[in-house]
Structure formats: structure tokens, C-alpha cells
């Protein structure tokens, strides 16, 4: 059997962030997550782009208009969604979710869901940094995803 998938370096290629700016307090670590993530992996400072929206809830809009410029080769979103005392959460974590998902279908490129929907903000922030950075492992699905197809 043979199995291809996807290295974690990249050379040449541009990438974009979406990000949140509600909850920035935990949205900054994860942007910084990213990037170190990119950097890492061979990505140059100078190919990647950050784009900042209102909340969550803007992300895929902005992600559909940052995949049509036909700029980049992979974007990851990043939010954080904080459950509160009303039903507002599961709106718009529902539709944040919704709207990636479909943007990622739509387009052809890779797009990674590095947005946090968490009970509370200690959970936020325990994504964010500490022991685990999910804005991290979203850009190493992107780089994994951005070498997987070009070997495709």
C-alpha cells in the first residue's frame, strides 16, 4: 500500500490569517501560534498576510473573499467563542463553524478551523498557550495540507 501525505515544510508559499478580533486576548496567542508554526516551517515572513474581522461570526465571509482573490495558498481561521449565560454561543459558534466549512468545500485550497469554542475562558486560554496552542496545530494542518496537494 502505498500512503502519501502531507511534510511539514513549505517553500514559496503564501498564506493568510483570518482572525477575530473579539476575545483578543486569547485571539493574539493564537496568531502568534500560527506564525511561529509558519515560520517554522519554512514559510517567510513577508508570505504571510493577516486579516482582521469584528468576531466569529465575520470569519467566512472574510475567508470567502480572501480564497477569491486567489493570493494564497492556505488560510486559517482563527476566533475564540466564549459561552456565556445565553444562546448567543451556540448561534454564532453554529455559523462560524457552518461558514468555514463551506468556504473550505467551495474553494480549493486548505483552510484550517483554528477558531476555539469553549465553555469558558480558562479553557480559552489553556487552548491559546500554555501546554497546547491551537492556533499552532491549525497552521500545521495547512502546511500538511498545502504539501499534500501540491503532491496530488
Known sequence: MKAIEGDLTIENKKV??????????VVEHLISGAKEALLKSGTKEADIEIFYVPGAFEIPLALKKVADTGKFDGIIALGAVIRGGTPHFEYVAGECVKGISQIALDSDIPIAFG???????E???ERSGGSENKGAEAAESTIRMISLIEKL
Open 16 to 25: 493568510a490569517l483570518v482572525a477575530a478580533r473579539f476575545n483578543s486576548f
Open 115 to 121: 477558531v476555539l469554542t469553549v465553555d469558558t475562558v
Open 123 to 125: 479553557q480559552a486560554i
